[in-house]
């Protein structure tokens, strides 16, 4: 865990609101302007978690800004629906990342949008190409369970978040309100890196789970019984020559970008 | 009468030290030739098997000073697949074949009463298969070799002549971008830039020969009349309907010979 507990501060309800407020405002006039933007990060845990969402409040895990999944090809269509609700666009972002990711800023509700283009990338690469129109308002679960656990320094706060969503979904084979394993385990066997950092945070979830005294000891159970079965299924999926390979090599060599701040 | 691994096996193993660097590894692999190396303990007993993809780890993983100072450190016990797939020397080989293409593996240990006794890998069976091959001696397909060695005209002629050495090939054919040969660089053709230290300056357009075809129909005789006629040793096998695709192979006075050589051929 890192030293700094990044989006660990109290945040009242009204704050809270503000937020979400602004979270359906963009997502209303995305869907009718008809540009794939999904919804990632706090907010989308939020809204995915409809039982278990209030133990972000709970335990202290305050909304930070706003992030949001895309498809490059339509980067146009994104620059010119922030700008109809008042966001002005950091542009040398998108210069500077090649197009792979955009941020807006709201000076009027001081709001802050991050929109990443094609994929997360930052420990591993997480693509959704033909993956955002699954699900909506927010990425699929698949993704939002990777989206965490690919944080080689993992923060509370992505704990927290996976806790929840581990708390309210099952695991299976589909995307519809449960968590694809197979979408997992796919990209797990494809590479080694994401399958020892997905692997090693799963466990940290677990153990850290054990220690939140907000959950109860069936939650705690829980959280356990899902991060065994997802290693399970993540072990299962059949790996390639290659990754076997990059297996033996292990931790000499590094098997992730580093990343200053995640999220 | 079915064929028994052993039969089929190249006796013996080429071995390292579970505490060779990589580096060493790729050395004795050149040297041999080999595909593989069997890593053994002080005792000679197997321990693993390291391979040339597994060395491709090297070049992958090394992407920086420190990943690939990583890799330098490595050794091929740390780098090796381990157990070792064994079989015994009295399989049948169609056996031994079936079990690697189910496994997806290259090479079997060979143990006889326990004991390592050699290695049969993809490369015996595919040998094998040249053998199995029925002679025919009617036509320049019945000989020709299907397989060639082709580079572009702007090559530079010593990765021509390194392709040569590493296949064990006597001619590359000089294609265009679409495939169409145009000549052919032998190994007289080379023979001038011997000690030529600015040879790699040179292209294969620069010392190719013209190149003479030939129908895959005709016959052995007109082929060797041919060669003989114009001094070639390897004549382009083309398409007749498509003389501007790339050609169907080549045949050499080394196909002809080793035609003759078959068991079972009239010349033997």
Redesign the interface.
């Known amino acids: 865990m890192s030293k700094q507990p990044v989006g660990m501060v109290p945040q009242d309800r009204s704050e809270r609101a503000r937020f979400e407020n602004e979270v359906q405002r963009i997502v209303e006039a995305g869907n009718q302007s008809g540009v794939t933007l999904r919804l990632l990060g706090s907010l989308a845990f939020q809204i995915h978690c409809p039982q278990y969402g209030y133990l972000q409040e709970k335990m202290g895990r305050a909304y930070t800004d706003i992030d949001f999944a895309g498809y490059s090809r339509e980067n146009k269509q994104v620059r010119a629906l922030m700008d109809s609700l008042g966001y002005h666009e950091q542009r040398e972002v998108f210069v500077v990342s090649e197009g792979s990711r955009a941020i807006f800023e709201n000076g009027r509700s001081d709001m802050h949008v991050d929109v990443f283009y094609e994929k997360l990338d930052f420990c591993h690469p997480i693509p959704w190409a033909g993956r955002l129109e699954v699900d909506s308002p927010t990425i699929p679960l698949a993704e939002m369970v990777l989206e965490k656990m690919q944080i080689v320094k993992i923060n509370e706060k992505d704990v927290i978040d996976t806790i929840m969503l581990l708390l309210e979904h099952d695991l299976g084979e589909s995307d519809q309100e449960t968590i694809n394993m197979g979408r997992i385990g796919q990209m797990c066997a494809d590479d080694w890196g994401l399958w020892r950092t997905v692997t090693m945070n799963l466990d940290k979830v677990r153990l850290l789970a054990q220690g939140y005294p907000v959950l109860e000891d069936r939650d705690k159970a829980r959280v356990s019984r899902q991060v065994a079965e997802a290693l399970v299924h993540i072990e299962a999926a059949p790996k390639t020559?290659g990754w076997?390979?990059?297996a033996?090599?292990g931790d000499?060599?590094?098997w992730y970008k580093d990343v200053d701040e995640v999220g | 009468m079915t064929k028994l691994v052993r039969e089929l096996m190249h006796p013996g193993m080429i071995t390292c030290k579970p505490d060779t660097p990589l580096g060493q590894v790729a050395v004795l692999l050149d040297h041999h030739h080999v595909h593989a190396l069997i890593v053994a303990d002080r005792d000679g007993r197997p321990l693993g098997v390291i391979t040339d993809?597994?060395l491709?780890?090297a070049e992958w993983?090394s992407t920086d000073q420190?990943?690939l100072d990583?890799?330098r450190?490595?050794t091929a016990g740390?780098?090796?697949?381990f157990p070792i797939d064994t079989i015994d020397g009295r399989a049948e080989v169609c056996d031994a074949a079936a079990r690697m293409r189910h496994d997806?593996i290259s090479r079997l240990l060979v143990e006889e009463q326990g004991k390592p006794v050699g290695v049969i890998s993809v490369s015996d069976f595919v040998a094998s298969l040249v053998e199995a091959r029925a002679i025919e001696r009617r036509t320049v397909a019945d000989v020709m070799s299907r397989a060639m060695l082709v580079c572009r005209e702007n090559t530079p002629i010593a990765y021509v002549a390194r392709a040569m050495t590493d296949a064990s090939y006597r001619s590359v054919l000089v294609v265009t971008p679409s495939g169409r040969p145009v000549g052919v660089v032998s190994g007289a053709d080379l023979l001038p830039f011997c000690g030529d230290e600015d040879a790699y300056k040179s292209t294969a357009a620069q010392v190719m020969h013209e190149i003479l075809t030939i129908a895959p129909t005709a016959s052995l005789r007109e082929a060797s009349d041919k060669m003989i006629d114009q001094h070639h040793h390897r004549l382009v096998v083309v398409d007749e309907q498509q003389p501007e695709s790339i050609p169907l192979g080549v045949i050499s006075t080394y196909d002809i010979v080793g035609m003759m050589a078959q068991p079972g051929s009239v010349w033997r």
């Open positions: 020559r076997r390979l990059r033996r090599v000499r060599v590094k | 993809f597994d491709l780890a993983l420190e990943s990583a890799m450190r490595m740390e780098l090796m697949t997806g």
